[in-house]
């Protein structure tokens, strides 16, 4: 009993782990070990990538069991949280970005400590100005992204009156709820971060410091971040955990009434074939349609 469960569960890392997820796990690391020998003392800053790369993460591990799960003569698009290889690849890049951004600031205090008053200032705003766009970005069109659909362009029988029949879609106003609450969070902590990073020029202290591979080379001075970061770093990936549930709720569990009337004009072979595929996918999406 003990074997199969060790057979299943090696088989099912072999098909998750395909070449696109070892290929961003390979670049984080291979980039992360780069900054580490430079000296860090203070991980603070090397969090931010690791929160931006466990989302990406989610969504690569997700897209790719859903790609297992679904053999391409599936007729159903299953997209509750949108396409989760584009939100990968966005958040991807962004940890890499932040990454280059560390070994960056991490060179400079050690050959030029002199100057890290001065890029401090440019780092502050771009750090964490790209760490918090990622999490906005992934939400940016979820009103085309988020949804069930029914593809019937490459069915043999190519005469039906809709060629693409949407079984669950996010509601207009949790689009315009979620996006507007999206680029308010975005711009207001964004903002706050510039207004308190000013008044550390102005020589207000509403900051902390955070010491750097050179820092005390020639006397040099830690980073200074504005206290509005440790909001920033929990903020973003909590409203995005929340977004997401509500967005996959909306989503994925849909009325089994109106699913048949939606098929019912189609064959029965068909209209099986369809229950089918969204049971695999997802059990609970109709069974629990009732409770919604």
């Known amino acids: 009993m003990?074997?199969?469960?060790?057979?299943q569960t090696?088989?099912?890392?072999?098909e998750v782990l395909n070449e696109t997820l070892l290929r961003d796990i390979f670049l984080f690391i291979f980039l992360y070990?780069?900054?580490?020998?430079?000296?860090w003392d203070n991980l603070f800053l090397l969090l931010f990538p690791i929160i931006s790369f466990s989302f990406a993460l989610f969504f690569r591990v997700i897209g790719t069991n859903k790609k297992r799960l679904m053999d391409n003569n599936s007729l159903v698009f299953y997209n509750p949280i949108g396409i989760e290889s584009k939100n990968a690849d966005r958040l991807v890049f962004i940890s890499l970005l932040q990454l280059i951004l560390l070994f960056w600031i991490g060179a400079e205090s050690i050959y030029h400590p002199q100057l890290i008053d001065e890029f401090g200032l440019y780092f502050n705003i771009a750090y964490f100005l790209i760490y918090s766009f990622g999490f906005y970005w992934i939400f940016i069109g979820i009103w085309n992204d988020c949804k069930i659909i029914i593809d019937l362009s490459n069915f043999e029988e190519n005469n039906f009156e809709n060629k693409k029949l949407i079984v669950s879609?996010?509601?207009?106003?949790?689009?315009?709820?979620?996006s507007h609450l999206n680029i308010i969070v975005f711009l207001l902590l964004n903002i706050?971060?510039?207004?308190f990073i000013l008044f550390n020029i102005l020589g207000f202290s509403l900051n902390f410091s955070q010491t750097l591979p050179g820092t005390g080379i020639e006397d040099s001075e830690p980073l200074y971040l504005p206290y509005i970061v440790l909001i920033i770093m929990i903020a973003f990936p909590l409203i995005t955990s929340i977004f997401l549930r509500i967005i996959y709720n909306e989503v994925s569990f849909f009325s089994e009434i109106e699913l048949e009337t939606k098929i019912s004009s189609l064959p029965l072979e068909l209209?099986?074939?369809i229950i089918e595929n969204l049971k695999i996918i997802n059990k609970k999406s109709i069974h629990n349609s009732s409770a919604k």
């Open 2 to 7: 003990s074997e199969n469960i060790s057979n």
């Open 10 to 14: 090696e088989l099912l890392l072999r």
């Open 33 to 39: 070990i780069f900054i580490l020998v430079q000296g």
């Open 169 to 178: 879609e996010l509601k207009f106003n949790k689009i315009k709820l979620i």
């Open 192 to 195: 706050i971060n510039f207004v």
């Open 271 to 273: 209209q099986n074939q």
